[in-house]
């Protein structure tokens, strides 16, 4: 039964980032990072060990399976996105308890987790691939919006489990 709640989890929260990838029109769905961050974080809360990457996986077959033309990045970047806060987690020790987990890792975590995949993202879309224009203003306001979205997002997330999610067991 844990793998079921498990494989409902990652479904439910990868169906959620399909939604604001797909459904909501851009650039709007590109501010709505901090929605798929905080996912990614409730997802490696509640599944240990690797669940943001499983969340990642299935918001990022739904989005490319949607958008075709896309897949490849679709899939990639947040299935890449789910490993980093996964990875981020285990270096900054961000545990679930039953007591609560530790906001301040938890917003470091998901920090430099968002501002590595917006790097990424943005530096393969723009220099690898040239498929938006260099910009410099635009350099800046990833390397700003980046932390800033996973600190909120990190936040946000402490603040659901602490308050809410602590005593729901997976």
């Not at 039964?1 to 498990?6: I, T, Y």
């Not at 806060?85 to 987990?101: I, P, Y």
């Not at 987790?113 to 690898?128: D, E, H, K, R, W």
Request: zero cysteines; a positive charge.
């Amino acid at each position: 039964m844990q793998k079921a709640k498990r494989l409902l989890i990652a479904a439910l929260f990868g169906s959620i980032i399909f939604v604001t990838k797909v459904f909501v029109p851009p650039p709007i769905d590109k501010l709505l990072i901090v929605v798929d961050a905080v996912l990614l974080a409730l997802g490696a809360l509640f599944i240990k060990n690797i669940g943001a990457t499983h969340v990642g996986a299935v918001g990022g077959v739904l989005t490319g399976l949607w958008r075709p033309s896309f897949l490849p990045f679709s899939f990639i970047f947040t299935f890449l996105y789910g490993i980093i806060v996964d990875v981020f987690f285990f270096l900054f020790k961000v545990n679930a308890t039953t007591d609560g987990v530790n906001r301040n890792r938890l917003m470091i975590a998901m920090a430099f987790s968002t501002l590595l995949i917006a790097f990424l993202s943005y530096y393969v879309t723009s220099l690898g691939l040239m498929v938006i224009p260099f910009n410099l203003m635009l350099d800046m306001l990833v390397l700003f919006m980046g932390p800033v979205s996973g600190a909120v997002a990190g936040y946000a997330a402490s603040y659901l489990w602490n308050k809410y999610l602590k005593n729901i067991s997976v």
